[in-house]
């Protein structure tokens, strides 16, 4: 896809990056200013939408809709409320519009489009659907501490911080752990990292580039937890694994 | 940082995205258009720089010099190319030269550019390297398909597909595992997905967004690897992981 403005009936599926309105990517800026409608995604309890603030620059005559949802862990209610979104684009798209969904981050890593993009596939042609990446909230985060995410034969692995089991079994099958909604289970997490003397090589960010209340730690020995924002990303370098002997 | 140019003595290490000239940040382009020299690395053995041609449209009056390097996996002379480069920067920001490092993908996602700030960190202050993230290869891979990456507690890993292994190993740890360097041991990932039965829930890429040669495929079943490029990605859904009950 090579596409440098939105086409009548074509549905975009845009990352935008962590917030900042210098971190989308060209295509995604042309895309945002030629597109007929653009949705956008906001969360109930949010006081504002960092979305839609990031792409203001680029707004213009498009028409906005913002999409509200309830952070449910209910699939149920999920999947319905995104069958729903994507009735109306499939409308709009039937009608010759092009609609352009805007998410923070990438469209495919921990992200609500995915449950539109389920529900646009039953109902239109596939090529007619375009996911554009985004920086993701792991990018940005590990940006502000010059480290490398992976090198060599490291493996880097992302999940959600929810179930401390399973963060406790990852440590031991990377080098570096990403740990997405950390704040949540943040006590926790705070006394399995002192247990395996991880500490020290944990870093954590909230809210980087998104406009204030930016909080940087690279190392977790002293650190107090309170206030923490939802939007905490946490990096825990397990070790490395260098290059093996050749044939080895 | 908010920079919207490159200051005098400064070092960007910045990420480019897979080679098209749209899937820059505009806070990428802003930085070359503003750079007094940009370094560009080419592996011995490439043709052409993929970086450079990706970049040309932002070129005007910079410096632009080339990194040459060796793909060896030796760690001794890896370092020691990266230090004589290391010690060229900090003479040129020593001199209050702007400087910006070009990186395919992101610069801290199995990019040489960590051995470059490796042995930067000794010798210039903290405060005027900066790191600005990329779309990364797996990011622009998973764009073609449409399934996400992660959702709910899925985990996502990431790792050089050259130990075989561990490359077993890891479909157990995790829902989705994306591996870099695929094309030097397809036959043995090939084999190794069969007898897990999981072809048909392998993707591959090559060569997306660089101008050629690009393949995308779907499903591994049936595929033929011959001639397939060294630039190859693939993305191994193993299964998912809902939301946990609440509580549970």
Chains 1, 2 share one sequence.
């Not at 900042?20 to 030629?34: F, N």
């Not at 707004?59 to 999947?79: H, I």
Request: hydrophobic share 45%; net charge negative.
């Amino acid at each position: 896809m090579n596409d440098k403005t939105a086409h009548p009936g074509h549905f975009y599926a845009v990352g935008i990056g962590p917030g900042a309105s210098d971190l989308l990517t060209l295509r995604a800026v042309r895309l945002i200013e030629s597109a007929d409608i653009i949705l956008s995604p906001q969360a109930a309890g949010a006081n504002r939408s960092l979305a839609l603030a990031a792409i203001e620059p680029y707004l213009d005559a498009q028409q906005v809709e913002t999409v509200n949802y309830q952070m449910k862990r209910d699939g149920q209610s999920t999947s319905e409320r995104w069958n729903a979104v994507a009735g109306d684009v499939l409308d709009w798209c039937g009608a010759s519009k092009s609609v352009v969904m805007i998410t923070i981050g990438d469209p495919l890593i921990f992200a609500t489009t995915s449950y539109l993009l389920q529900g646009l596939e039953a109902g239109m042609a596939k090529e007619n659907i375009h996911v554009v990446p985004g920086i993701s909230a792991f990018q940005i985060a590990a940006s502000r501490f010059h480290d490398p995410l992976t090198l060599q034969e490291d493996r880097l692995q992302l999940m959600s911080a929810t179930d401390i089991n399973a963060v406790e079994a990852a440590l031991d099958s990377c080098e570096t752990l990403v740990l997405y909604k950390a704040a949540g289970v943040i006590d926790d997490l705070l006394a399995l990292l002192r247990r395996k003397d991880l500490l020290r090589s944990a870093r954590l960010v909230s809210c980087v580039e998104q406009g204030g209340g930016e909080r940087v730690v690279a190392d977790l020995s002293d650190f107090d937890p309170q206030g923490l924002s939802y939007m905490t990303t946490m990096i825990i370098h397990c070790g490395r694994r260098s290059w093996l002997e050749q044939g080895g």
